[in-house]
C-alpha cells in the first residue's frame, strides 16, 4: 500500500493491549520489523503511526462512535504507557 | 432441574524432549535454521521432572495449591522456591515423559507406535505401579523393537521419532503411505491428544467414585483432528478416549469451537443432562504439542526456563442434580453471535452483562468470573501481558460504564472478581475450565454464591471466517431441591387429607 499511494498519505493505526506490543508494531512500519521475521524486516518505510488511544486519533473520531468502539478500552490500557511509547518511536523513525 | 458439576480433573505430562522435536516453535525454526543458536542452547533451558513438578502454578493446575494460595506468592512464579513436590494432586497428577510414552502406546490401537526394549521393560515396570493403568494394557510393551530396526522406520518410512533425555527410544510410524491426514506427523499428534484425554478420564473416575459403566456419553472438545484424507477431522476422539479409559457404556463426539471449545461442550453437556437424555457426561480435552515451548523464543531470550514444558488434560463430570453439587445455570448463557460485533466492549457484554442482565443480575453479582486463566508468567515475557487481568479489567470497565462500580473501584473489582492465571498456554486448557475444580468446592462450601465461566475462541486462525467467537454460563449453589420432584401444595394437602382420614378410621375401629 505505501508502494501504491506513497508512504507520505499513509497513517497507521494501532490497537495493541500495551506499550510494547504497540511500539513493537510502530517500530515495524517505521524502522522496520524488529524480529526480522516478516516482509517488512530491514524495510524502512517511515510511516504515521498512531495508537487509537492517542489524542491525535480521539480527536478525529465522533465521541459518539468513540463512547461505543474504544471507551471501555481505554479504561482498562495504560494509555499514558501506550502515548510515551509511541511518541518515542515516532520521533526517532517517522519520515512524515 | 438444571444439571450438575459432579467433578473435575486436570493432568499434566511433563515432555521436555517433545518440546524440541514437536512444539511449533522448534519445528519452523529448524526448517527456517537449523543451526540457530536458540535450538543449540534450547536444551539448557529445558526444566526437569523434578522442577516442573515443584513450579506452583502445575500443583495449582493438579490442585494442590488453591488459586488465593498461588496469589499469595510473588510473580514470577519460576524463581520462587516450592514445598510442594507432588506427583500426585486433587485432582489429578504430574507424569514423567516415559511413562506418558507409555501411555501414548497403551492408546495405540493400530500398531503404530514401536518402543525400543529395554526402555519398553523399563516402562512396564514403571506403569506396573500406576494405580489407574488396567493390567491388561501392559502386554502391549512385550511386543518390542531393537533401536536398529527404529532407525529404519524413521529413515526409510518417515516415522516420527520418540525421544526420552535425548535419546530416540521408539518411532511413531505413519498410517498411510500418502494419506497427509494418516501422516506419523499427525499421528503423533493425536496420540499425544487421546493419552493425555484418557489420563484425565481415569483421574475423574477415581476422584469422584463413580463407576465407569455409569458414563453415558463424553464430549471431547480439545483442538486437535483426527479422520483420513476423505473425512479429515471425521473424528472421534471422545469414543477412542472413553474406550481405553474403559467407559463401556458410553459413546460420545467432538465439539471443535478453537479456545472456546471446552464452554462449548460443557452447555452440551448440561443441556443434554437437563433434557434427561442422559444422567452422567463427561467433558475432557488432552493436550497439545504443538504448543509446547510455543513462546520459547522470548523465555530462552530472557534467561528464562522454557515454561510451555507440559502436555494438559482435563475432564468434568455433568450430572443430574443431585441437590449438592453446583448447578450450570442454563438459562443464564451469553453468546458473542454473529452480529455482535468485534470491538472489544461489545465482545465482553455478550458475554457477561447482556446475559446476566436478562436474569436480572448485575456483573457485581457474579463473585468469580473464570476466563483465560493463562500463566502470566509465561505470557508476560511473550508481550502477550497478563492474560486474566486484562480480562477482568475489562469485565470492571463495562461495570464502571453501566454505573454499577465507580471507576475508582476498579482494581478492587479485579482483585474481588477475579484469580490470577496458573494455566498452562495449551489454548482450549486454560478457557474458562481450570478453575472449575475450585469452584465446585468453594461453592459447595458456600463461599461464594455464584461463578461465571467464559469461554473465548480465535475463529479466524482457521481461515475460514474473520470472526471472533465466545459463550459462557453461569454455575451457581445448589438450590438443595435434589433430584426428586417438586411436590405441589394441592398433592400435599390431599396427602394429609388422605392421612387424617386413615387416622380417623382406625380411631373408629379402635372405639369399635
Redesign the interface.
Known amino acids: 500500500m505505501a508502494e501504491q499511494y506513497g508512504p507520505e498519505n499513509i497513517i497507521v493505526i494501532l490497537g495493541a493491549a500495551e506499550g510494547e506490543a504497540a511500539g513493537l508494531a510502530a517500530e515495524t512500519v517505521t524502522a522496520g520489523d524488529p524480529t526480522f521475521a516478516g516482509p517488512l524486516a530491514g524495510v524502512q518505510l517511515g510511516l504515521k503511526v498512531y495508537h487509537a488511544c492517542e489524542p491525535e486519533i480521539k480527536d478525529e473520531v465522533d465521541s459518539a462512535v468513540y463512547d461505543e468502539q474504544i471507551s471501555m478500552m481505554e479504561m482498562v490500557l495504560d494509555v499514558d504507557d501506550i502515548r510515551k511509547e509511541m511518541s518515542t518511536i515516532r520521533d526517532e523513525y517517522c519520515k512524515f | 432441574m438444571y444439571s450438575v458439576l459432579k467433578g473435575a480433573s486436570y493432568i499434566l505430562a511433563h515432555t521436555p524432549d517433545m518440546v524440541i522435536h514437536n512444539g511449533t516453535t522448534q519445528t519452523t525454526q529448524r526448517t527456517i535454521d537449523p543451526d540457530s543458536e536458540y535450538l543449540k542452547n534450547l536444551d539448557k533451558s529445558l526444566r526437569s521432572y523434578d522442577e516442573c513438578k515443584a513450579y506452583l502454578p502445575n500443583q495449582t493446575y493438579i490442585g494442590n495449591i488453591t488459586p488465593d494460595e498461588l496469589a499469595g506468592y510473588a510473580q514470577p512464579w519460576y524463581q520462587q522456591k516450592s514445598d510442594y513436590i507432588q506427583r500426585e494432586g486433587r485432582f489429578g497428577e504430574i507424569m514423567p515423559e516415559d511413562e506418558f510414552i507409555g501411555l501414548i502406546a497403551i492408546c495405540d490401537v493400530f500398531d503404530l507406535v514401536k518402543l525400543e526394549s529395554q526402555f519398553a521393560v523399563s516402562v512396564k515396570k514403571k506403569l506396573e505401579s500406576h494405580s489407574l493403568i488396567d493390567p491388561k494394557f501392559l502386554s502391549v510393551f512385550d511386543k518390542n523393537f531393537e533401536l536398529s530396526e527404529i532407525n529404519g522406520f524413521i529413515a526409510d518410512e518417515h516415522a516420527e521419532p520418540l525421544y526420552y533425555g535425548g535419546m530416540i527410544v521408539g518411532c511413531i510410524k505413519a498410517a498411510h503411505d500418502i494419506d497427509h491426514s494418516l501422516s506419523a506427523h499427525v499421528i503423533f499428534e493425536n496420540l499425544v491428544s487421546k493419552a493425555s484425554c484418557v489420563l484425565s478420564l481415569l483421574h475423574l473416575i477415581d476422584k469422584n467414585h463413580i463407576g465407569k459403566e455409569d458414563i453415558e456419553y463424553v464430549i471431547e472438545c480439545s483442538e486437535e483432528a483426527c479422520g483420513d484424507m476423505n473425512q479429515r477431522g471425521g473424528g472421534n476422539f471422545a469414543k477412542a478416549a472413553a474406550e481405553i479409559a474403559g467407559l463401556v457404556n458410553a459413546t460420545g463426539s467432538d465439539i471443535r469451537g478453537f479456545c472456546a471449545g471446552p464452554t462449548h461442550a460443557l452447555i452440551h453437556a448440561a443441556a443434554m443432562v437437563k433434557a434427561g437424555t442422559f444422567k452422567h457426561v463427561i467433558v475432557a480435552a488432552g493436550g497439545s504439542t504443538a504448543k509446547l515451548g510455543m513462546n520459547g523464543k522470548d523465555h530462552v531470550g530472557k534467561g528464562i526456563p522454557i515454561l510451555e514444558d507440559c502436555v494438559a488434560g482435563f475432564a468434568i463430570l455433568v450430572s443430574a442434580n443431585d441437590g449438592v453439587s453446583p448447578e450450570i445455570n442454563t438459562d443464564i448463557v451469553g453468546r458473542h453471535t454473529v452480529g455482535t460485533g468485534s470491538?472489544?466492549?461489545n465482545v465482553?457484554s455478550s458475554l457477561t452483562a447482556s446475559a446476566l442482565e436478562k436474569a436480572g443480575l448485575k456483573l457485581t453479582d457474579i463473585d468469580k468470573y473464570t476466563v483465560e486463566m493463562q500463566n502470566p508468567d509465561i505470557t508476560k515475557p511473550a508481550?502477550a501481558?497478563n492474560v486474566p487481568e486484562?480480562n477482568y479489567?475489562?469485565i470492571?470497565?463495562?461495570a464502571?460504564?453501566r454505573i454499577e462500580i465507580e471507576?475508582s473501584q476498579?482494581a478492587d473489582f479485579v482483585s474481588e472478581h477475579g484469580m490470577v492465571g496458573w494455566a498452562p498456554t495449551q489454548g482450549h486448557i486454560p478457557s474458562g475450565v481450570p478453575y472449575l475444580g475450585f469452584a465446585r468446592q468453594e461453592l459447595m462450601d458456600k463461599k461464594i454464591n455464584r461463578v461465571m465461566v467464559i469461554g473465548k475462541g480465535s475463529l479466524f486462525l482457521g481461515r475460514m471466517t474473520n470472526l471472533f467467537d465466545g459463550v459462557s454460563f453461569v454455575l451457581q449453589q445448589n438450590s438443595g431441591a435434589g433430584q426428586e420432584e417438586t411436590v405441589s401444595e394441592d398433592k400435599i394437602r390431599k396427602l394429609i387429607a388422605a392421612s387424617l382420614k386413615d387416622f380417623a378410621k382406625h380411631l373408629q375401629e379402635d372405639e369399635g
Do not use: Y
Open positions: 470491538s472489544p466492549q465482553i508481550g501481558g486484562a479489567k475489562m470492571g470497565a463495562l464502571a460504564m471507576k476498579l
